[in-house]
């Protein structure tokens, strides 16, 4: 028996795949946003994916609400990409279907809208996970983005302060991807902490995992969660707890989802045995919800409610409750050590205390676009530095496609 407590891998040479001005880790909401809007800005981009699927939680994980874009007090806070992306998760959509949770545009949201109806209605929209799968890849390929599937960062090579390939394995092997910029938004910070960056990470995840059922009167979305605390910790929670950067804890955490599937939808036979009741789309990736994180300059939290910052890239409410706006600034989405490493999604440098705002898909769509806006920038102004590129420059950028960042919206409102 081998009893030995480490393996040492030999040394050799990997072959570089292809080099790319921009790639982006995770092919998530945030990732798909920071590729596409890299790629509009003219750069050659590489997207990595680790599924087969672009979407994440929002496609493989059957969360398909598309929470807020507005900051519940009848303003719309957040608009450019994530504008664009909200109303392609509806775009096949004939009409609403409230049992599988389908639901279109808001008519006040819509233009023309009543403004005081949005008071009272929130600008969010439910969608088809299936659907929006194939309508978010389509958009990738259209921005002449390369996607990789089925592929896995595992580690970077750094020179002169920078990350200058990602390693990756796949069904090629293991190979390197030379870059000018990195994008980090694996949702967990993993190129963050292979590279060194100071990051955080939490172990108190809980259950958590929506799913489908089939019965005679059409789709059902079950949302089946364990109580948890929006401050991320254990208190005021339902155990178990899980990390999500430990493979035994991933694991734990899908069987322990999958055995309360089995006990939902057997309590739901049992309520109506006559019926038919199948399960249809389990989620096929772990439905974590904050797990680690890059900790910057500036860890975005609840101090920073209604403060405007001047390096501003975007503004997000709280899909939790009416009136919190924040304005994210860049150096939460930059990597403290790394000069040409970003960061978008859930992963981004905001404390316990915002996390589960801005872990958001709106939020994480405005920082993808944030992040690939910034990594173009970078390559045509400093040759690959995010933190020396000009912040008006990228601000009117962002303005041109859409973005609000007008710091009048951050002021509380009535």
């Known amino acids: 028996?081998?009893?030995?407590?480490?393996?040492?891998?030999?040394?050799?040479?990997?072959?570089?795949?292809?080099?790319?001005?921009?790639?982006?880790?995770?092919?998530?909401?945030?990732?798909?946003?920071?590729?596409?809007?890299?790629?509009?800005?003219?750069?050659?981009?590489?997207?990595?994916?680790?599924?087969?699927?672009?979407?994440?939680?929002?496609?493989?994980?059957?969360?398909?609400?598309?929470?807020?874009?507005?900051?519940?007090?009848?303003?719309?806070?957040?608009?450019g990409l994530a504008e664009e992306l909200l109303k392609l998760s509806v775009r096949d959509l004939g009409c609403d279907d409230p049992s599988a949770r389908f639901r279109g545009i808001p008519p006040c949201w819509q233009p023309g809208g009543d403004p005081g109806e949005r008071r009272k209605a929130r600008y969010r929209v439910e969608f088809n996970p299936a659907s929006y799968l194939l309508a978010l890849e389509e958009l990738v390929a259209e921005a002449g983005v390369k996607i990789l599937y089925d592929t896995r960062v595992c580690a970077v090579g750094i020179e002169d302060g920078g990350i200058r390939h990602l390693l990756v394995e796949n069904k090629s092997g293991r190979s390197a991807i030379a870059c000018r910029m990195v994008v980090d938004a694996t949702g967990d910070a993993d190129v963050c902490f292979l590279a060194g960056e100071q990051t955080e990470s939490l172990d108190s995840n809980v259950l958590c995992g929506w799913f489908y059922s089939l019965r005679d009167n059409g789709l059902k979305l079950h949302a089946m969660s364990n109580h948890y605390s929006p401050h991320a910790t254990k208190d005021d929670a339902t155990g178990p707890f899980f990390r999500g950067d430990d493979a035994d804890q991933v694991t734990a955490h899908i069987l322990g989802t999958r055995e309360m599937m089995r006990k939902k939808l057997a309590d739901l036979r049992a309520h109506d045995p006559d019926a038919e009741i199948q399960i249809v789309a389990p989620p096929s990736i772990p439905c974590f919800r904050m797990t680690r994180r890059l900790v910057g300059s500036v860890s975005l939290g609840e101090q920073h409610m209604h403060q405007w910052f001047d390096d501003a890239i975007g503004l997000t409410g709280d899909w939790r409750k009416a009136g919190p706006v924040y304005a994210v600034p860049l150096r939460s989405i930059c990597g403290a050590k790394m000069k040409n490493l970003l960061t978008a999604g859930r992963c981004i440098s905001a404390d316990t205390t915002a996390w589960d705002a801005t872990r958001a898909i709106p939020t994480c769509a405005m920082t993808g676009e944030a992040a690939?806006?910034?990594?173009?920038?970078?390559?045509?102004?400093?040759?690959?530095?995010?933190?020396?590129?000009?912040?008006?420059?990228?601000?009117?950028?962002?303005?041109?496609?859409?973005?609000?960042?007008?710091?009048?919206?951050?002021?509380?409102?009535d």
């Open 1 to 79: 028996m081998n009893t030995r407590k480490t393996f040492t891998e030999p040394a050799r040479d990997l072959p570089v795949y292809d080099t790319f001005d921009v790639v982006v880790a995770g092919g998530g909401i945030a990732g798909v946003a920071a590729a596409v809007a890299a790629a509009r800005h003219g750069v050659s981009v590489c997207l990595l994916e680790k599924a087969c699927s672009l979407g994440g939680l929002a496609t493989l994980g059957n969360v398909i609400i598309w929470l807020p874009l507005c900051d519940g007090k009848g303003r719309q806070v957040i608009g």
């Open 372 to 413: 690939g806006t910034v990594a173009a920038l970078s390559i045509h102004q400093t040759g690959g530095n995010c933190h020396e590129i000009s912040v008006s420059q990228l601000q009117r950028l962002l303005d041109e496609h859409g973005a609000i960042l007008d710091p009048k919206l951050i002021e509380p409102c």
